[in-house]
């Protein structure tokens, strides 16, 4: 079945470190794929997606692109903030008709110190 | 808009009392999604709903039902709490599409703690 892999965690980085969070995924077909972010105590909120092949997602200085030929969604900063400490979860959805269903990786926690 | 809101925030049972977990959403979704965040794990499906009235299993749907009798609110039941499934639970909800590229609204959670 479909499988999202990511990096063991937790990283902690200083701020205005560079950050890449690998994730790596198995599927049949050509999934989407998205990386979520959980904040202290809240729930999930969508951080970028990329739908098809060589694809870019961004958002808030956040970067990770779509590589079918690695299987491959890495999630990149360039300079992190204190404020992006949190958990990070990649996932894929199946492609076709009905409800999409998200297969998460397992989360990497992120603290950056000041 | 409150979005996706969940009732109650935190719970402990005993082994073998039962509970309904509440979920409602304001952003007239047509799907809407029960998952168990556990340490390591990350969110596996429970139950989903293509709409009211309709529900479906998903990955791990043992030891639970839902139902889906109004389209803002998704229920999630456990009728005989075992410690197995001390967990988070998330509910979400998500425009109806055939594509698969569409956003996940998440609700804040639910801490469950069987004893």
């Known amino acids: 079945g479909n499988s999202v892999t990511q990096m063991e965690g937790p990283v902690t980085l200083s701020e205005e470190a560079f950050l890449t969070i690998n994730c790596t995924y198995t599927a049949t077909g050509y999934p989407s794929l998205f990386w979520y972010v959980q904040y202290p105590g809240e729930g999930l909120q969508l951080l970028l997606k990329?739908?098809?092949?060589?694809d870019k997602g961004s958002n808030k200085g956040f970067e990770a692109t779509y590589r079918k030929e690695t299987t491959s969604f890495h999630l990149e900063k360039g300079s992190v903030q204190v404020s992006d400490s949190a958990v990070y979860f990649c996932?894929?959805?199946?492609?076709?008709?009905?409800?999409?269903?998200?297969?998460f990786g397992q989360g990497t926690r992120l603290t950056i110190n000041p | 808009n409150a979005g996706v809101t969940q009732t109650p925030k935190f719970r402990v049972l005993k082994t073998g009392q039962s509970m309904t977990l509440l979920c409602a959403q304001d952003m007239n979704h047509e799907y809407m999604y029960w998952y168990r965040q556990d340490p390591g794990m990350g969110l596996r499906l429970i139950h989903y709903?293509?709409?009211?009235?309709?529900?479906a299993k998903g990955e791990v749907p043992d030891g639970y039902n839902v139902s889906r009798l109004k389209k803002q609110n998704f229920l999630l039941g456990l009728e005989s709490a075992a410690p197995s499934q001390t967990s988070v639970y998330f509910c979400?909800?998500?425009?109806?599409?055939?594509?698969?590229?569409?956003?996940?609204?998440f609700g804040p959670g639910t801490r469950l703690t069987v004893t």
């Open positions: 996932a894929l959805s199946d492609r076709g008709r009905g409800a999409q269903k998200l297969v």
């Open positions: 709903s293509v709409g009211e009235g309709t529900t």
């Open positions: 990329a739908t098809k092949a060589d």
């Open positions: 979400a909800s998500s425009p109806p599409s055939g594509g698969t590229s569409y956003e996940q609204y």
